[in-house]
């Protein structure tokens, strides 16, 4: 499963791209707006950082104005790829920018039958949210595992899932084993995911048995 980092934070970024784990980059326009920086700004950097794809959404509502807002953004770097609401208007400029081979990241998605359109308009990605689906008493990695088992049914469909609203080390396991091509995943789960009580009490057995041994590695 490749591994998104769903941030618009370039320092929080930058830290964890030292691991090389990174293979892409979601944002979205609140997280964009907490960094009280301008959004071009903000997407420079994110790419000059990041070679893997950078989602980055319009804002207009209107299959004209995403377009347009699409072109700019497009110019900023080779790999943005644009992020789109998944809705009526929403698809129809995901068809229009899938003709021209631009890359589209569906957004909001909540059911499989907006996942199905999304792909069948060439989105390059669809983005379900499965927190915001637990947050409605619904389970969200059934979507995914939904999603999974209809793209594999029709092999014409290209789109990959990208899983979304990831809010716990749970959720990053459970859409792995449903299939799911990516997780865009916010920094603070990613530092939750490496992180294991008996991997800190073994490292501690360790070097206490190598302190009393008495040696230096030099
Ligand atoms: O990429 C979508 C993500 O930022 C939304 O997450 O936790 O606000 O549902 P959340």
Redesign the pocket.
Known sequence: MKIYI?SSDIKEIKEINRTSLVDGI???P??IAKQNKDIKTILKEICKEIKGPV?AEVTAEDCAGMLKEAKVLKKIAKNIVIKLPLTYEGLKACSELSKKKVKTNV??CFSVTQALMAAKCGATFV?P?I??LD?IGENGVNLIKDIRKVFDNYKYLKTEILS????NIDHVKEVAKAGSDIA?I?AKVFHEMYKHELTDKGLKIFLDDWKSANQKIS
């Open positions: 769903d979601t944002t979205n609140s997280l989602s957004t909001l983005s949210f927190g915001r947050d979304a609203s990831i809010r865009t916010p």
